[in-house]
């Protein structure tokens, strides 16, 4: 049973920087495709940052060129360094992932959440002004 954990999580001000860790255990397959999520108060979860494990990346629009998704050397920890944070970046974010997402589809204009069978259970970012 594949477990994704997440951590670093927090408050920053308006321009800050974070960077979430997501540790992913007992993977069964060599290829994944995982993903971060975020859902707002009030708001739909959104998928905005992708990666397969065959190396290919993909953002929304919202966070291109300041978000930064990665996997480290031996696939087990997916990180997601956000840099230049705005208030709408608040959310709780969550991990994603799941085999069977072929590299084509695992790309944040094709994805769906409810394609994703293992998630983690979030953590809060919280940008203030």
């Known amino acids: 049973q594949v477990q994704l954990v997440e951590s670093g999580g927090g408050s920053v001000q308006v321009g800050g920087s974070l960077r979430l860790s997501c540790v992913v255990s007992?993977?069964?397959?060599?290829?994944?495709?995982i993903a971060w999520f975020r859902q707002g108060p009030g708001k739909e979860r959104e998928g905005f940052a992708a990666?397969?494990?065959?190396?290919?990346?993909t953002y929304a629009d919202a966070v291109k060129g300041r978000f930064t998704i990665s996997l480290d050397n031996t696939e087990t920890t997916l990180y997601l360094q956000m840099d230049s944070l705005k208030p709408e970046d608040s959310a709780m974010y969550y991990c994603a992932a799941d085999p069977g997402i072929i590299q084509q589809y695992c790309s944040i204009g094709a994805l769906k959440s409810r394609w994703f069978t293992f998630w983690g259970q979030g953590t809060q970012v919280t940008v203030s002004s």
């Open positions: 007992g993977r069964t397959y060599r290829n994944y495709c």
């Open positions: 990666i397969h494990t065959n190396g290919s990346t």
